[in-house]
Antibody, heavy 122, light 107 residues
């Protein structure tokens, strides 16, 4: 069974940093791109970042470029999101997800982890 | 960025009745649309991709269609486990974008 388990969410002050982790199991992690998607309370879903199988390509939504860094450790079957210079608007549940492609170069997501809550507040 | 607009925001339906959810794209996205179901406190679950292809394990009472930029998710006879929030997501243009969701609640 494919499982994605996030951790690391916490309450952090504006301008602070946090590192999220996602432990993957049940599939060949090193053979798949991975993603982070977030959801602010009562709001919709927003794609945050993608990383290639070997970590050589990374893509970010404009609002987090220069502040967030996606990375992975294939030996540990783990995905990470380093979040710096956090803002109130980054407050959300952050989901780890596995992207899937059809005939385009844009992906959908399946499956998703249960999420970890990041709250940015003083 | 492609804007996805879902309607209605909330749909009240009695168990056993059908439900029709809409999702409109701001530009043509072919059939490159996915639907997700999210229950309270849970992660989103993929229901459908390619506008009308059910994901693994999704029951046949869920169906999808497209006409131009208008996408429809139909649930033929709502079961108790179907009351949830449904999101659409386009994957034709970068970046992938989601609609704001339709909540299907018990009438």
């Amino acid at each position: 069974e494919v499982q994605l388990v996030e951790s690391g969410g916490d309450l952090v002050q504006p301008g602070g940093s946090l590192r999220l982790s996602c432990a993957a199991s049940g599939f060949p992690f090193s053979g798949h791109w991975m993603s982070w998607v977030r959801q602010a309370a009562g709001k919709g879903l927003e794609w945050v970042a993608n990383i290639k199988e070997d970590g050589s390509e990374k893509y970010y939504v404009d609002s987090v470029k220069g502040r967030f860094t996606i990375s992975r450790d294939n030996a540990k079957n783990s995905l990470y999101l380093q979040m710096n210079s956090l803002r109130a608007e980054d407050t959300a549940v952050y989901y780890c997800a596995r992207p899937t492609w059809g005939s385009t170069n844009v992906n959908w997501f399946d499956p998703w982890g249960q999420g970890t809550l990041v709250t940015v507040s003083s | 960025e492609i804007v996805m607009t879902q309607s209605p925001a909330t749909l009240s339906v009695s168990p056993g009745e059908g439900a029709t959810l809409s999702c409109r794209a701001s530009q043509t996205i072919s059939s490159n649309l996915a639907w997700y179901q999210q229950k309270p406190g849970q992660a989103p679950r993929l229901l459908m991709y390619g506008a009308s292809t059910r994901a693994t394990g999704i029951p046949a009472r869920f169906s999808g269609s497209v006409s131009g930029t208008e996408f429809t998710l139909t649930i033929s006879s709502l079961q108790s486990e179907d009351f949830a929030v449904y999101y659409c997501q386009q994957y034709n243009y970068w970046p992938p974008t989601f609609g704001q969701g339709t909540k299907v609640e018990i009438k």
